[in-house]
């Protein structure tokens, strides 16, 4: 019969006891130490579908947007109905605060899952990619923006990133957005023909975006581009500098005025993390405010701030190493009694949670069960053969110190063994 493999950009995560640089293996811990910061800065956690009506991402991400024009997984269900596997993650998350009538609320919620977005495969770049994101909803600007960098100096420290940087910018308020965008257009429009069809488009539905322009040519034209730094307000520009400042010991920020964002909701701050580990796909983590986007949705008037990590693209830069648990290889040599060595099992299993207690369900000889204990990391070997369990005992061996000597213990003292390990 033929094959069948995963679509193009798509990863299956195993992850393997014998290999802790198995890039699975680093992923699920980059998931697990994100868990521990996000329960750190006190979020709760929220689930949302991975399947939404198609409009929620149009609404919101917005229709010019590459992620929604171009991007988006989206087919017809049973009903005709429009719907679309998500993006990203933030539209759901208001969608269902809207939904569930609590956008009256503060909230710090966090999440993680996996997204689509339809682009070309590269290093860090997948079309089904998980993304760790946090929502702070109800604070006005000024209080969560500190919060927020905050916790992304802490990720940057925790997960021990090479020399990362966070660059930032202010989109301003309405009106300073409002007077800049005209300020841009009648800058390039002289200059229309020189720029690309897609950058064409932009300059009449969404002048920013063009800042972020891969084009050579069009970065060259944007030297001399009027700078969005001339139409803040003082607010925004104070904000930035505060933020540099309060953060300058743990974290590289700078402030970057043609900084913009591939989605249309951001109103205020807008941030990027980038590592040159990265490669072309710099942009580890991104997110900024969005106080316009819980009206826009139906809801009420809720300032809101957010960002999202890329786990892989995270994971790809992290020096963190995970420390494994201490593990214990439990192999059976029993012809008759095999039951009663899985019942010893299932009750030091019960005694010490801490630690991990691997059965080897193998019929194979004790020699090579040694063998699969040690190239799976584990510190000890129980051994349990007839002789054993006729005299209710067992073999420990440790398999970290060399040439160390196999003590036989009685099952009660394997069982303080096991209970005062770490
Ligand atoms: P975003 O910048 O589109 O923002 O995505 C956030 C992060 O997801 C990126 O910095 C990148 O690390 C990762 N990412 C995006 N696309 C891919 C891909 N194709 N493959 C691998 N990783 C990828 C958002 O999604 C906003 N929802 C962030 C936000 C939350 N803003 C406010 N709240």
Redesign the pocket.
């Known amino acids: 019969m033929e094959k069948i493999n995963s679509l193009t950009?798509m990863l299956d995560l195993i992850s393997s006891k014998s290999d802790q640089n198995e890039f699975a293996n680093k992923i699920f811990s980059t998931e697990e130490s994100l868990r521990v910061i996000f329960e750190n800065f006190s979020l709760c956690e929220i689930r949302t579908p991975a399947l939404e009506n198609t409009n929620l991402f149009k609404r919101s991400?917005g229709d010019t947007s590459d992620?929604v024009n171009k991007e988006l997984y989206t087919f017809l269900d049973k009903n005709e109905k429009s719907i679309s596997l998500r993006?990203?993650?933030?539209?759901s998350v208001i969608r269902s605060v809207v939904e569930k009538k609590l956008d009256g609320q503060l909230h710090k919620l966090w999440y993680l899952g996996p997204?689509w977005?339809y682009?070309r495969?590269q290093k860090?770049?997948?079309?089904q990619?998980n993304?760790a994101?946090?929502?702070i909803l109800g604070y006005e600007e000024g209080v969560a923006e500190f919060d927020l960098v905050s916790l992304i100096c802490s990720i940057n420290k925790e997960l021990k990133i090479h020399e990362p940087i966070l660059k930032i910018n202010h989109l301003g308020d309405k009106d300073a957005k409002k007077e800049y965008c005209k300020a841009l257009t009648d800058f390039l429009k002289p200059m229309e023909n020189d720029l690309d069809e897609k950058d064409q488009e932009r300059l009449k539905k969404n002048p920013l975006r063009i800042l972020d322009s891969k084009n050579e040519e069009i970065k060259k034209i944007l030297v001399n581009a009027p700078s969005i730094s001339d139409f803040l307000p003082s607010s925004s520009i104070d904000l930035l500098t505060k933020l540099k400042k309060t953060f300058s010991d743990d974290c590289n920020i700078q402030i970057d005025y043609n900084l913009v964002?591939?989605?249309d909701?951001?109103t205020g701050l807008v941030f990027?993390?980038i590592s040159s580990d990265l490669g072309a796909?710099d942009?580890?983590?991104?997110?900024?405010r969005?106080d316009s986007l819980c009206k826009n949705l139906g809801g009420k008037d809720l300032p809101?701030?957010?960002?999202?990590?890329?786990?892989?693209?995270?994971t790809l830069i992290s020096n963190y190493k995970h420390k494994n648990k201490t593990s214990i290889s439990f192999i059976i040599i029993s012809g008759n009694e095999e039951p009663k060595a899985y019942k010893i099992a299932h009750d030091l299993r019960a005694l010490n949670k801490q630690i991990n207690i691997d059965v080897q369900l193998s019929y194979a000889s004790l020699k090579s069960k040694l063998r699969k204990a040690n190239k799976n990391n584990a510190s000890y070997a129980v051994i349990i053969g007839d002789e054993e369990l006729t005299s209710n005992t067992a073999i420990l061996k440790s398999l970290k110190e060399k040439d160390s000597e196999q003590s036989i213990l009685k099952i009660d003292e394997l069982k303080k063994f096991i209970l005062n390990l770490e």
Do not use: K
């Open positions: 950009g991400v992620i993006p990203e993650g933030t539209a997204m977005r682009e495969p860090g770049r997948f079309r990619f993304q994101g946090v929502e964002r591939g989605l909701y951001y990027e993390a796909q942009a580890y983590l991104g997110g900024g969005y809101a701030i957010g960002m999202a990590i890329g786990i892989e693209r995270l």
